[in-house]
């Protein structure tokens, strides 16, 4: 079984511009998430997604962040204007239908550094 | 707020030692969870712990979740360099395996 797939793997942008991940879960799976990793911290999740409504995005910057997941699969996450506060690993992970004795799997992440 | 506390931080132990991972919580929670995290890497899920007094082990770790004391352990038998990564616990208190709250980590170095 496939993981959870992310692009891209590293990115560096200045100050005021924009930047896209994108995210594409394992096969099946209803739930997408996408957590904020700083550097010596755990994950926060910015975002979860219910097949392609949004469930929560209470701890998401709205003023400078946004997502989608157009037709219940991929999810883009995008940044505009990236700030040096940014700079961290983006997670995606998803998990299955009826997930509630299931884990989070997770996506290898996008390393930004917004200099 | 909900807090996940992780102690140690920084944990530095020698092949062959047994230690113990402390993951305190400050809200009511049934389920937790144990990730393991390589440098550069993501996160490689251990364990999932559905209940009070659940206990799972794989390998030279074991995990224990006492909620009525909001604690969970990941305790390490006999280390060995393998090991080595950062440990996270991550609290679900809507019991929806959905909203995690992670743990602030504990970074741990096995030594020869």
């Known amino acids: 079984e496939a993981g959870v797939a992310q692009s891209p793997r590293y990115k560096i942008i200045e100050k005021r511009q924009s930047v896209a991940f994108w995210c594409n879960p394992i096969?099946?799976?209803?739930?997408l998430y996408w957590y904020q990793q700083i550097l010596g911290q755990g994950p926060k999740l910015l975002i979860q997604f219910q097949n392609n409504g949004v469930v929560d995005d209470s701890q998401l910057p709205k003023d400078r962040f946004s997502a989608e997941r157009l037709k219940g699969v991929d999810s883009t996450l995008k940044i505009q204007p990236a700030k040096l506060e940014d700079s961290a690993v983006y997670l995606c992970a998803s998990s299955p239908p009826r997930s509630y004795r299931e884990t989070q799997y997770f996506g290898p992440g996008t390393r930004l550094l917004v200099l | 707020e909900l807090k996940v506390e992780q102690n140690p931080l920084f944990l530095s132990m020698q092949e062959g030692k047994n230690y113990t991972i402390y993951c305190n919580y400050s809200?009511?929670?049934?389920?937790l969870y144990w990730y393991r995290q390589d440098p550069g890497k993501s996160l490689e899920s251990l364990f999932v712990l559905l209940s009070n007094g659940a206990v799972k082990q794989e390998g030279r770790l074991m995990a224990s979740l006492d909620t009525k004391a909001r604690l969970s352990t990941l305790h390490i038998t006999a280390a060995v360099h393998d090991l080595s990564a950062t440990y996270f616990c991550?609290?679900?208190?809507?019991?929806?395996?959905?909203?995690?709250?992670f743990g602030t980590g504990t970074r741990l170095q096995v030594t020869l």
């Open positions: 991550a609290v679900d208190p809507a019991g929806t395996a959905s909203k995690l709250t």
């Open positions: 809200t009511t929670s049934d389920r």
């Open positions: 096969s099946g799976h209803a739930t």
